[in-house]
């Protein structure tokens, strides 16, 4: 069984995030093609985006939103990612029970509530019209006065595949978070949810996840078993992996830990040159597998963090190399460059040069500024 190295694994997966270059293809298959789109905040999957593919706009991506052919839902690792129409319906019962583990913690807070009358009740509610999270507690504690408010909440949106509307989400605009169900949005059905009870499922995937799996490899790969179940939050996919072996081609990285892959995708040369790329906060490059030496992300761990605030961050030659931060106002920019170690004069050229590619594209300010150094405020 072939050795990966570090720089080859980091190639690769560069290659398969189309961050080695720029590709040339429609927000739309990118976002399929990447599994979806970190958006615990709104403007990540605009960043994302611009540092993946050939001019691209940002307006392309509210265009979808708003025509409802991607959406903002919970649903790998219980955050927020922005998906396709078509992965919304099935990627959420695929990690339904990851919900229900997640559903686990808030039991004391639920005691005499039956979640299928909860999710009955949520369902009519943001069903009858867009509700925020705050009404639908406020609705659930009149059935259930007794019931922890914040386990009110966490159960409704752990039984049920609930989307934020628009305006929320959109380039330039701004909305509070209204939920309604991914099929009442998108009038589609979801694939088959397990039937809740207040027994909870052991976190199995729902449906079987063989096809995901394929698709993660091609965007993540080469992977562990462990890599996929921390992209997904999902335990045993063992059996998932065995069963597809026959399919797949395999490596150990210099660990000795066994990594599946797609045959045929790419795995280019380790010295591939890789340019500099701009990431927002959360991005799924960072937080996709079990073992991030691949991104150089361990390394750097503690800081791209400020509390509970994470920083956007770049690449240089393809791994983690600082952090980076745009502030706006009245018509100038300014984007604030800190990196982690000493730069050559090529790399501080070539990442003034991103940076001010990205100032004119995402700001459209007249007046822009890179400039470099420690974060001062």
């Not at 909860?118 to 007794?146: G, H």
């Not at 922890?148 to 305006?167: E, G, H, I, K, N």
């Not at 059996?239 to 072996?245: C, M, N, P, T």
């Not at 040069?353 to 004119?360: A, D, I, M, S, W």
Request: proline content about 6%.
């Amino acid at each position: 069984m072939d050795t990966m190295s570090t720089r080859a694994l980091n190639r690769a997966t560069l290659q398969r995030q189309l961050l080695l270059s720029r590709a040339a293809m429609s927000a739309e298959d990118a976002v399929a093609h990447l599994l979806g789109l970190q958006a615990q905040n709104v403007k990540p999957p605009y960043y994302a985006l611009w540092s993946r593919l050939e001019g691209f706009r940002p307006e392309e991506l509210s265009t979808l939103m708003e025509e409802r052919a991607a959406v903002r839902m919970v649903t790998m690792r219980s955050t927020i990612h922005l998906h396709t129409a078509d992965d919304a319906l099935t990627l959420r019962p695929l990690v339904q029970g990851a919900r229900e583990r997640e559903l686990k913690m808030f039991r004391k807070g639920l005691v005499g509530v039956g979640l299928e009358r909860l999710a009955e009740l949520s369902r009519e509610l943001v069903e009858e019209r867009p509700r925020t999270m705050k009404e639908i507690r406020e609705a659930l504690l009149q059935e259930w006065p007794d019931a922890d408010p914040m386990s009110l909440s966490v159960a409704a949106r752990c039984t049920l595949p609930l989307v934020q509307v628009t305006p929320r989400g959109l380039w330039g605009q701004s909305g509070q978070v209204a939920l309604t169900t991914v099929e009442h949005w998108l009038g589609r059905k979801t694939e088959p949810f397990p039937k809740l009870s207040n027994k909870l499922e052991q976190g199995r995937p729902h449906p079987a996840p063989d096809e995901t799996v394929l698709r993660y490899l091609g965007a993540f790969g080469p992977a562990s078993v462990k890599d996929m179940q921390t992209w997904a939050g999902l335990t045993r996919l063992k059996e998932v992996f065995e069963r597809l072996r026959p399919r797949l081609v395999t490596f150990r990285d210099g660990n000795g830990v066994e990594l599946f892959d797609l045959p045929d995708a790419p795995r280019p040369d380790e010295d591939t040159p890789a340019a500099p790329r701009f990431l927002p906060e959360f991005d799924n490059l960072l937080l996709s597998h079990a073992d991030r030496s691949r991104m150089g992300s361990s390394e750097y761990k503690g800081r791209t963090w400020k509390g509970n605030q994470a920083y956007c961050v770049f690449l240089l030659d393809g791994f983690l190399a600082g952090v980076w931060r745009l502030k706006e106002d009245k018509g100038t920019a300014r984007l604030d460059i800190e990196p982690f170690g000493k730069l050559t004069r090529a790399e501080r050229a070539a990442l003034a040069e991103e940076g001010e590619r990205l100032l004119v594209s995402m700001t459209g300010a007249a007046v822009r500024d890179v400039r470099f150094g420690a974060f001062t405020e």
